[in-house]
Every structure is written in C-alpha cells, then in structure tokens.
C-alpha cells in the first residue's frame, strides 16, 4: 500500500510541479498582465431561446435579462486596443448570442480594430439562417463552438427543453460547407457535448457521428456554479486540493450591462468589481475590490469568496499550484497591486 501512495504522491507532485512551469511560462511571456486582461468574454446578452437542464438559465429566479448596447461594446473594445491586442476575445457568457440584432456588428468592428489574436463564439445554432452562416462565416470569427449535447431527438429534447436537433446539425454542416466553398480555413467550428446522465450512452456515437465533420468534437464537462445544488440536495463536490484560479489574472468578464464580473460563470452577479459604464477596465483590473479577491486566492480563504466557495473549478487545467503562492504575490508587489 504504502509504495503505491508513495507512487501517487510522487506522480501529483510532478502533474503539480510541470504545471506552475506552464504558468510560469505564460505569465513571463506576457499573455498575462497585470496592467490589463489578457482575455475578455464579452456577454452580448443573457436571455436564451434554450432552458439546458444543466444551465442556470432553467432557474426562475436567474438574473434580469437584456442587451448590451453598442455604445458600451464600443468603450470596451477601443479601450482594449489602446493596450494592444488581447490574447482572445469571447463573445459569449450567460446567453444565446445569436439573440443580440446587432452581434454581427459588434464582432466585425472588434475584428476590424484588431483587438484580439483570436476571437471565439459559443452558441446552440439554432438562430442560423443561410444569410446568418454567411455572415457568420465572413465575420473574421476564429472558432464557433456549436452546444449540441445529443446525438439523437429524443435526448435533445429531454436535455434542451425542446426539439431542433435536425436542424441544429443541417446549420453546423452548412457552415462547414460555405466555409470550404470559399476557400477559408476560419472559423474552427467545433461541435461540444457535456456528458449528463440522459446522453452518457451516446457519447461515442456523438464523437463518431462528427469526427470527419467538424474540426474538433469536445467532450466538455458539467460543473458547478454558485447556490448550485446536486441532484441529492448536497452542494456538488469540488476538488480536494485547490490553488489560486488563473482567471484572476488572466480574464475579465463584462456582462450585458456593463458590469464586470470576477468570473465567466458568476451567473448570478455575487462577484461583481465594477461597472465599465463608468469606469474603466484598467482600474477595475487594478482596483481593490479584484485585488482582494486574489489575496483570498493565494492565502486558500476560497470560503470567503461567494462565487468562488464552491465552484469546481472552470480553469482547473490551469490552476496555479501552491509553490506559485509567493510568486504571484512577488509580481503583485512589483507592479504595485499588492499591499500588506
């Protein structure tokens, strides 16, 4: 027994060691700054023609709904640039994006203004039409991620909230097929299912159907959001061990209406650090509020932060370990955000 404990420590401590390596890596690359977020997932809107039996948006009690104005889009965007250009830019959080009249637009003048190395767009398709693909796939988008989550109607149904599937998967090969017939290789589109108990038996059949269709089939995963609770009425398990999140210094969440959250699944709004209306993102970035919550991070006092205390972890494949700690907080210090 105990060679084999002593093999798995060994094994986690490599897994944790080769990972503060990776993060270490992209922060002295400058992907992450600390002057600025190197990501930004911008919420076109939160309203959902979809209610997803593993989303929040089924829950009635869900966030006031409604559209970002371009105005506010617009703020963002230019003051982005002023920074250079982002690492990504995401145009989704708690909505179908395809809802939003104007997200063409909004996608066409962040890509015209270079404001990002990639730019990325989650959305269940069923919003497209022929002229809708075309714009899509001429928009300079470089990947869709399609939410299917079936491979048959009936599963779709039981999972969505309601039928489309057909149809859902004629507009996925629709745009693959405009996409080729022009001779472009962006955008990547890409088909995503979150394995739940009602298709668990159809995710090889789903890989299947679609590998020699899209250009990646991701197997996602369910996890937890803030006051989620499991089918038992018990809070979902998170990891054992945790560490300070990588998104604290690496992504900014701006939602509908101009709030900024400290996280792209703060679905709720429980960890919001200010408003873009009125302020701007470097002070936001650097103000006290997100400051705190990333001292909280590196001292492990997850509990005393709402959207994080039970979170399962989003960015888990990015988690910075514990020998980090005084490191994170020796860059803090050197860019003047840290104070004892």
Request: glycine share 6%.
């Amino acid at each position: 027994m105990f060679p084999q404990l002593k093999d798995r420590l060994l094994r986690k401590a490599t897994i944790i060691a080769a990972r503060n390596r990776r993060i270490r890596n992209f922060i002295e690359k400058k992907r992450i700054s600390l002057d600025f977020p190197s990501n930004l997932f911008i919420e076109p809107t939160n309203r959902c023609n979809l209610r997803c039996k593993m989303c929040p948006q089924n829950d009635e009690d869900f966030m006031e709904r409604g559209f970002m104005d371009f105005q506010t889009f617009r703020k963002v965007i230019d003051e982005s640039v002023n920074y250079g250009k982002r690492t990504a830019i995401f145009f989704h959080k708690d909505g179908e994006p395809l809802l939003h009249e104007g997200l063409f637009e909004m996608i066409e003048y962040a890509v015209s203004k270079k404001a990002a190395y990639r730019t990325h767009l989650s959305t269940n398709a069923h919003l497209l039409s022929e002229d809708k693909i075309k714009r899509l796939i001429l928009s300079g988008l470089d990947s869709v991620i399609v939410n299917i989550d079936a491979n048959y109607e009936e599963t779709y149904r039981a999972i969505k909230g309601r039928g489309g599937l057909s149809k859902v998967e004629s507009n996925v090969k629709e745009m693959i097929k405009f996409r080729n017939s022009i001779g472009k290789i962006n955008p990547a589109i890409r088909v995503k299912i979150i394995p739940v108990d009602e298709n668990r038996n159809e995710i090889e059949d789903f890989k299947n159907k679609w590998k020699h269709i899209a250009d990646e089939v991701v197997i996602s995963k369910e996890f937890s959001w803030p006051g989620r609770k499991g089918k038992n009425g018990k809070k979902n398990e998170f990891l054992r061990y945790r560490y300070p999140c990588i998104s604290l210094w690496l992504s900014m969440t701006i939602n509908w209406d101009g709030t900024v959250s400290v996280c792209c699944i703060d679905y709720y709004h429980k960890g919001i650090i200010g408003n873009v209306k009125d302020d701007t993102i470097e002070r936001i970035w650097k103000g006290k509020l997100l400051q705190e919550i990333r001292k909280k991070h590196i001292n492990g006092n997850f509990s005393e932060i709402e959207v994080c205390r039970n979170c399962q972890g989003l960015w888990i494949r990015d988690t910075v370990g514990k020998n980090s700690e005084k490191w994170l907080i020796r860059k803090m210090k050197k860019a003047g955000l840290w104070n004892e």
